[in-house]
């Protein structure tokens, strides 16, 4: 089945930017979504089909996806963002849905 | 505004039967897919499967032959079914809305936190 790979772990300074990788094989291909989960909390689509945001979420979320890697990028990131990010994609080849690792974004 | 409210048993005894229900308020049922996602403590998001208005189903295949997904149109209400439960079953199980063609999920409950103990 389709496995997607990302770092278990991204720490980040304040007003820096975060960038949050999403591996797997010619994943450019795909539509790839990301969600934000707060503890205790449920998941928030916060980038859909590589690069758009649903209504409500901030311009300094973005996303790109090109060959094997897709990236969330979370620019002037502040002490809200904190939280795990998962990418998740179809696998058209087996009809099913998949989500990466998860990765825990600290501010530092 | 679309909102997911999810119930269902909170403890069970192993070998029991895991059983939750999703209701949708707001929107439309149709023309949607219905999904469920658990997460065990501490871990990462697992897709367990989903079934449209018209009761078609897709299981993630390594739980495919302990889990069952139905759905009541009528109430806008779907359910989740997990048989021969065991402590890998404890988890935090989401009800999700999947927009077919751009497979994302766009609407989440609130969330159920099983355990799975004797």
């Known amino acids: 089945s389709y496995v997607l790979t990302q770092p278990p772990s991204v720490s980040v300074a304040p007003g820096q930017t975060a960038f949050i990788t999403c591996g797997g094989n010619n994943i450019g291909s795909k539509n790839v979504h990301w969600y934000q989960q707060r503890p205790g909390q449920a998941p928030v689509l916060v980038v859909y089909?590589?690069?758009d945001r649903p209504s409500g979420i901030p311009e300094r979320f973005s996303g790109s996806n090109s060959g094997n890697t897709a990236t969330l990028t979370i620019s002037r990131v502040g002490a809200g963002d904190e939280a795990d990010y998962y990418c998740?994609?179809?696998?058209?080849?087996?009809?099913?849905?998949?989500f990466g690792t998860g990765t825990k974004v600290t501010v530092l | 505004q679309v909102q997911l409210q999810q119930w269902g048993a909170g403890l069970l005894k192993p070998s029991e039967t895991l059983s939750l229900t999703c209701a949708v308020y707001?929107?439309?049922?149709?023309?949607?897919?219905w999904s469920w996602i658990r997460q065990p403590p501490g871990k990462g998001l697992e897709w367990i499967g989903e079934i449209n208005h018209s009761g078609r189903t897709n299981y993630n295949p390594s739980l495919k032959s302990r889990v069952s997904i139905s759905v009541d149109p009528s109430k806008k209400q779907f359910s989740l079914k997990v048989r021969s439960a065991t402590a890998a079953d404890t988890a935090v199980y989401y009800c999700a809305r999947l927009l077919t063609g751009s497979y994302r999920f766009d609407y989440w409950g609130q969330g159920t936190l099983v355990t799975v103990s004797s």
């Open positions: 707001g929107g439309s049922f149709s023309g949607y897919d």
């Open positions: 998740q994609v179809w696998d058209s080849t087996h009809d099913h849905q998949v």
């Open positions: 089909d590589d690069s």
